[in-house]
Each structure stands twice: as structure tokens, then as C-alpha cells.
């Protein structure tokens, strides 16, 4: 857990975490991202049965924290995420995607020059 929370920093704009398997509470990534998002996972487990994505909003060092927790990548879905990224970020800005299903090259393809430059693998 602590790895991941010493990656979020007060750049880090957003996290997307690309699933290897169904959503869990045993592993330690799960809880680290529902202590992020302030137990939001835990409450929106339902709603991520049958999807292929879900974004929780949370706060970071007070901004704005985007979670995005994909099972699957769907293009219109990562359209849909840029969006409420907002036309407010800068290049020093993180993205940092957990790549449990080695997806991160096809993740990386849907985006736009100005989100690449800020996607880092959080390992």
C-alpha cells in the first residue's frame, strides 16, 4: 500500500488502475485505492459488476483526485475520463496507472499527445 501512496503526489491529477481480475478487498492495491477515494470503492462495487470501467472522484492535497478502476478499455469510456480531466492541467501533471493486465501500450493509444506526456506507471 505504502507504494502507491508515496506516488501520489499534489501533481497527481489521476489514477487508473487496469485490472488483472475482479475487483477484490484482499488486495493491497484495492486498499490502497479505497483509502484514496475515502471508502467510495467499497460503496461502488455494485455498480462495477457487469462494466467495464468505473471513475470515483475523490480529493488530493485538495484538488480534485480521479479514480478510474478498468476492466476492460473502451475508447469512448477514456473520452468520456479526458473530459472531466478538465482543460486545466499542466505538463507537470501525473496520471499514474496501475498496469495489472499489461494493457498500458493499448491504454497509452487513446489518448491525445497532451494526456501521454502525463501517464507514468506507478509501480
Known amino acids: 500500500m505504502n507504494d502507491l501512496l508515496n506516488r501520489v503526489l499534489p501533481h497527481t491529477k489521476a489514477i487508473i488502475?487496469?485490472?488483472?481480475?475482479?475487483?477484490?478487498?484482499?488486495?493491497?492495491?484495492?486498499?490502497?485505492i479505497d483509502y484514496l477515494a475515502d471508502g467510495m470503492l467499497t460503496q461502488s462495487l455494485p455498480a462495477l459488476h457487469g462494466r467495464p470501467s468505473l471513475v470515483l472522484i475523490s480529493k488530493n492535497f485538495g484538488s480534485q483526485l480521479l479514480i478510474m478502476v478498468v476492466k476492460e478499455i473502451v475508447p469512448t469510456e477514456m473520452t468520456s475520463f479526458q473530459s472531466l480531466l478538465g482543460k486545466e492541467t499542466t505538463p507537470k501533471d501525473e496520471i499514474l496507472v496501475i498496469d495489472e493486465n499489461e494493457s498500458f501500450d493499448r491504454l497509452i493509444s487513446v489518448f491525445p499527445a497532451h494526456?501521454?506526456?502525463?501517464?507514468?506507471?506507478?509501480?
Open 17 to 32: 488502475w487496469l485490472q488483472k481480475t475482479e475487483t477484490t478487498s484482499f488486495s493491497s492495491t484495492y486498499k490502497t
Open 115 to 123: 494526456i501521454k506526456s502525463m501517464v507514468k506507471k506507478a509501480t
